[in-house]
C-alpha cells in the first residue's frame, strides 16, 4: 500500500537532499502510526529488550559511552505492525531516492533508539571506515511535547560551517547525506526516543 501523503512529500525530500544535503519534514507519517511507534520503543525499553549501542562494527565495534550512550534494537520485517508500517514507508522513500538520484540503494537498516537523561552521542559521521554503504540517513523522532530547554537536539555541521540544530519531537524526520554531514545528539534532561536508519546501497 502506498502512503499518499508521503507521496506528496517525497519530491521535497528529493530537492533538499539534491541541493543542500539534507532534509527536515514534520508530520510525513500519520500521527497514530508515530504514536503507536512510540508506545512500542518505549515498550522495547521495559522489556529490556535494547542494548547498550556500539561504535564501530564487526571485529571493532565496541560500546564506549564516553562517545555514544544510547540503547538499541534492530528492527526486522514482522516484528509488530507499527514497526512494518515504518519500515513500508521508508522502502518507498528508497524507490524515490534511487529513482531521482540512481543510488542503487538496496536495503534500509535501521533501530529504535533511547538515550536515558544525559546520553549524548559525540560528533561523528555515520559511514564506517571500512564499510560504505551507508549512503542517506533517516531518524525519525518519537517524543511528545518536547521542549527546548530540555537539550537533547541533533546538531548538524552544515557544509557553509553554520550549525542547525533539531529538537527530537514527534513526527519529525530527518534525513541527510551519511558520508557528508557531520553531526552529534546533545544531552537531554528526559529520555529520548528515535528511530535511527540508513539507506545502503550495494
Ligand atoms: C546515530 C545518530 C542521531 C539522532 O545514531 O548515528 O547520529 O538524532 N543519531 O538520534
Ligand atoms: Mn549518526
Redesign the pocket.
Known amino acids: 500500500m502506498t502512503d499518499q501523503h508521503l507521496q506528496r512529500l517525497l519530491p521535497q525530500i528529493i530537492d533538499d537532499l539534491a541541493g543542500q544535503g539534507w532534509s527536515r519534514q514534520t508530520h510525513i507519517l500519520p500521527e497514530t502510526l508515530t504514536r503507536e511507534l512510540a508506545i512500542e520503543c518505549r515498550k522495547r525499553a521495559r522489556d529490556g529488550a535494547l542494548s547498550p549501542?556500539g561504535v564501530g562494527r564487526g571485529q571493532g565495534l565496541a560500546v564506549r559511552e564516553g562517545i555514544?550512550g544510547?540503547s538499541i534494537q534492530w528492527l526486522e520485517s514482522g516484528q509488530s505492525p507499527p514497526s512494518d508500517g515504518y519500515l513500508q514507508a521508508m522502502d518507498e522513500v528508497r524507490q524515490a531516492l534511487n529513482q531521482a538520484f540512481f543510488l542503487g540503494l538496496e536495503d534500509f537498516e535501521c533501530h529504535f533508539?533511547s538515550?536515558p537523561p544525559g546520553a549524548f552521542?559525540q560528533k561523528?559521521l555515520?559511514r564506517f571506515r571500512d564499510d560504505d554503504r551507508r549512503t542517506v540517513?533517516a531518524?525519525y523522532?518519537l517524543n511528545d511535547d518536547w521542549q527546548a530547554d530540555e537539550g537533547g537536539a541533533?546538531r548538524m555541521y552544515l557544509p557553509d560551517e553554520t550549525e542547525l540544530d533539531?529538537l527530537?519531537a514527534a513526527g519529525t524526520l530527518?534525513l541527510f547525506m551519511s558520508a557528508e554531514l557531520p553531526?552529534?545528539?546533545l544531552p537531554a534532561t528526559r529520555e529520548?526516543l528515535?528511530l535511527?536508519g540508513w539507506f545502503r546501497r550495494r
Do not use: F, G, M
Request: no cysteine; hydrophobic share 35%; charged share 25%.
Open positions: 549501542a555514544r544510547d533508539a538515550y552521542y561523528h555515520d540517513t531518524v523522532y541533533l533539531v527530537p530527518i553531526h552529534e545528539v529520548r528515535s535511527t
